[in-house]
């Protein structure tokens, strides 16, 4: 026997043990079932979303927040990216850490540079001075030395510190990304970082601030860091070059008896100033070289500058960043302007 509801088959009993169901019935019970549905749908729905809200937040509030495209481009924060791959310690180390040959490669190409080349007596003097990659030492600083032994022979020699290749590296992750269009990396950068770091960097401070600024994402942009990579290279170069300053323009830096004077050196450090600017706009290279050396200094001088005028005697054998920023980019405007410097304000 059929029970039959609106000509369509409900239900199919057997014999006639199959009690008749008003059709007003089959309405009733039809309708509690849909309702029954409706809200156990609700339910699972709600705690579908829940579940997703709890890992996003936690996601958001965590420490350890390592997964690209957190945030979008604009104030400081990170522009979206497709891949959730997380940056691990082995590439941020890999980035952060030089090797010797590495250093002395920008030596070379400072050596190697027109504006040595092409004088002779710059690069007679060259000739015979060596280079020393200095894996050792933290500080943020690269130094010019001139001996002469109790034979007479002189020893001319070029010391880069690892802290200084690490502090390059640091500044050009965030100026890169600010070129590439992710602006305010470079203040979230300065907001994070200390006057000490800009003295001595170690591995460990170098991570721990590209970490917190977010800017470890970007080494899984390939533009980004591809541009950081030569930012930070022109940078080494452009320290290096005003070392290479201070050999090729005779310059003697004596300890004891025979310390210079003040003005002699702070005069000695403007000429090897200008030495490094002539090399940076005499080369091809010459716009990574300024981006990353102006970059550098105006880190350095908006971190140290307000300590150092407090102690003025720190600045009476060099001048302080602000002054080498300054002559850095007045002998290159067109680089200047094409960074998005307001040169009329530096005046």
């Not at 100026?175 to 003295?199: I, N």
Request: aromatic fraction near 6%.
């Amino acid at each position: 026997m059929k029970y039959t509801y609106s000509g369509k088959d409900m239900h199919e009993a057997s014999h006639a043990r199959t009690p008749t169901v008003p059709k007003d019935g089959v309405r009733v019970v039809q309708k509690k079932r849909a309702n029954v549905s409706l809200i156990v749908l609700l339910i699972v729905v709600a705690c579908a979303a829940g579940g997703v809200w709890w890992l996003l937040a936690s996601n958001h509030d965590s420490e350890n927040r390592n997964l690209l495209g957190e945030r979008k481009a604009g104030g400081g924060g990170l522009s979206e990216v497709d891949s959730p791959q997380k940056v691990s310690d082995k590439d941020l180390v890999l980035y952060l850490e030089s090797t010797s040959g590495e250093a002395r490669q920008l030596f070379e190409y400072v050596r190697q540079s027109a504006l040595v080349q092409e004088n002779r007596q710059y690069a007679a003097l060259m000739k015979d001075v060596g280079f020393v990659f200095d894996a050792t030492n933290d500080e943020v600083n690269a130094v010019a030395s001139r001996y002469v032994g109790e034979n007479g022979e002189e020893t001319r020699q070029i010391t880069c510190y690892a802290g200084e290749m690490r502090f390059a590296k640091t500044i050009a992750l965030a100026a890169a990304a600010e070129l590439k269009g992710h602006r305010g990396t470079v203040k979230v950068m300065m907001e994070q970082m200390s006057p000490q770091l800009c003295f001595e960097l170690t591995l460990d401070d170098a991570a721990r601030l590209l970490r917190h600024c977010k800017l470890d994402h970007y080494l899984y942009d390939e533009s980004v860091l591809s541009e950081a990579k030569s930012i930070a290279a022109g940078g080494i170069v452009g320290v290096l070059a005003h070392e290479v300053g201070h050999q090729v323009l005779g310059h003697n830096y004596q300890t004891g008896k025979d310390r210079l004077n003040n003005e002699v050196r702070r005069n000695w450090e403007k000429q090897s100033d200008l030495f490094a600017a002539s090399v940076m706009s005499s080369t091809p290279f010459g716009a990574h070289v300024f981006a990353g050396r102006v970059f550098a200094l105006w880190v350095r001088m908006r971190q140290t500058d307000p300590i150092m005028k407090k102690r003025p005697e720190r600045t009476l054998d060099h001048p302080i960043d602000e002054e080498r920023f300054v002559s850095l980019v007045m002998a290159n405007k067109e680089k200047a302007i094409a960074l998005g410097i307001a040169i009329p304000e530096l005046k």
